[in-house]
């Protein structure tokens, strides 16, 4: 594992894409293209129709599956939703507080916090989603957004259930418009969530894996992985294409890093 007690995670995010036939051929052209890379794991997480066939498609392989979402209930009169039962047969993660989720669907703190609850207890890995606005940025609150976000998603937890937890620091004004951030930038907030995360849970924080997540490629992949801090990233546009997705992952299996920070 590169010289590190955590094992690097590169998850892809197809958001609201694909057809039926375009995933099966792009999860087949990521095992083929990724099979050799053994060092890192790989998750994708596809749109909830194809989660199902892409589990019987991937059986076998090395890559975890993972969902996009999950309702805050267990089930229930909740037309439309996805209960976290409904998906743990089939995977291993949730993207939980993911940015678009709470801006453009409203999801509150008090409701990711219940996201991750449920997830937990259904033996999901929420992947929760972290971040702040431009303007947030601009006026030099990003570790009071962050914080604020993380003791609200962090409140049912245990230090025996933390580990579970990735968090996935998702800069806002980053994701989707190509505008990634510094390496240095993505390594000094995610050092920060570190520290907060051992303050708040103790040494067993130190296994809980942070990600990069915002614009990343094949060509800034490398920068961010040589950063102590960051132990993977979360995928989105790059992931629908299986040479840069797959360029990715190498890129996070060659990279040594130093010392836990």
């Known amino acids: 594992m590169i010289g590190r007690a955590r094992r690097r995670l590169v998850a892809g995010n197809w958001k609201m894409h694909t057809t039926y036939a375009e995933a099966l051929e792009l999860a087949e052209q990521i095992r083929r293209t990724c099979s050799e890379v053994t060092e890192v794991e790989v998750a994708l997480l596809p749109p909830f129709p194809w989660i199902v066939p892409l589990a019987e498609r991937l059986q076998g392989s090395a890559i975890i599956l993972g969902a996009q979402n999950c309702s805050a209930y267990e089930q229930g009169a909740y037309t439309g939703e996805v209960s976290a039962c409904m998906i743990a047969p089939f995977c291993r993660y949730v993207i939980v507080g993911h940015s678009e989720r709470r801006r453009l669907f409203g999801e509150t703190d008090d409701v990711v916090a219940a996201k991750v609850s449920v997830a937990l207890r259904h033996g999901l890995r929420p992947i929760l989603c972290v971040g702040e606005l431009l303007e947030e ?125």
């Open 137 to 261: 940025r601009e006026a030099g609150a990003t570790l009071d957004v962050i914080e604020r976000q993380l003791r609200m998603a962090c409140a049912p937890l245990s230090a025996d259930t933390c580990r579970e937890l990735v968090i996935a620091y998702e800069p806002v004004w980053a994701i989707g418009t190509g505008r990634a951030a510094l390496p240095l930038d993505a390594q000094l907030v995610s050092a920060w969530i570190r520290r907060w995360l051992v303050e708040r849970f103790g040494a067993v924080a130190t296994d809980i894996r942070i990600l990069y997540g915002g614009s990343v490629t094949a060509q800034n992949a490398p920068a961010f992985f040589a950063e102590p801090a960051i132990d993977g990233a979360l995928v989105g546009g790059a992931s629908l294409n299986a040479e840069q997705f797959c360029a990715i992952v190498r890129a996070a299996s060659r990279v040594e890093t130093g010392s836990l920070q």
